[in-house]
């Protein structure tokens, strides 16, 4: 059995229970060195067999899956963050189907929920935006056509991008062409989470110089949009003058979808 597990963005109390008694139970551990913090996997088994992704290539990461599966074993693959966004899964399980090995999935927090948290911020702000993005600038791996960073820009959401902050320069004019204004707010989270996480805030027209002159190339997140700002409407959730489901209002009676 292998099962796949979200680490969380650094922290390593910021792992769901379920994957950390993965760990613990683990007779073999692989895990992407480059972003995962090496002390979540404090917890495993001193006699389990730990193996870094980072100088593997997908075939020799499949024939350790393989061969523990043929020994019994319990396989743990740990990804950064939640396994689910740029973790490369995908074409790990499909080889796994391929030798009918079984294998599960166990969420993860996401950096840019750790992110959100670290800025104390809501990314989904009542008379701000309702959309959350989350995208990256082609690198290595190229992005269709029709989501290139001036067309999501387009729509004004709140924007989280990936992989990209070595490129913030490039990606902060590409914002304001697709149609964001230059004094829009924006941010790059750096290591979200771990203790020597840094935040820069800015706007579109002055974050990359920044970022630039604080050193940030990698493992950080860009973030973009009126949410960081100060000005929303309050949420009808907690309006005293609407009732829900929940809760029914002294003063109307109308059932508001929130
Ligand atoms: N699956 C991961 C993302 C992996 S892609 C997740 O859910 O978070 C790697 C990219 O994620 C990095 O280039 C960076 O943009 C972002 N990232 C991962 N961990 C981060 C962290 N702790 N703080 C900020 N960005 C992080």
Partial sequence: MVYFIGAGPGDPELITVKAKRMIEKADIIIYAGSLVNPQVLHGAKPQAEIHNSASMTLPQVIEVMAEGERAGKLTVRVHTGDPSLYGAIREQMAELERLGIPYEVVPGVSSFLAAAASLKREYTLPGVS??????RM?????????????????????????????????????????????????????????????????????????????????????????????????????????????????TGSDKESL
């Fill in 130 to 135: 309702q959309t959350v993005i989350l995208t």
């Fill in 138 to 250: 082609e690198g290595r791996t190229p992005v269709p056509e029709r989501e290139q960073i001036e067309k999501l820009a387009g729509h004004g959401a709140t924007m989280v991008i990936f992989l990209s902050a070595g490129r913030i320069h490039e990606l902060c004019s590409r914002l304001q062409r697709g149609g964001y204004e230059p004094d829009t707010p924006a941010a790059v989270v750096y290591k979200a989470s771990w203790k020597d996480e840094k935040i820069v805030r800015g706007t579109l027209e002055d974050l990359a110089e920044r970022v630039r002159s604080a050193g940030i190339q990698r493992t950080a997140l860009v973030v973009v949009g009126g949410f960081l700002g100060d000005d929303f409407c309050l949420s009808r959730l907690y309006d005293e003058s609407f009732s829900h489901g929940y809760r029914t209002s002294g």
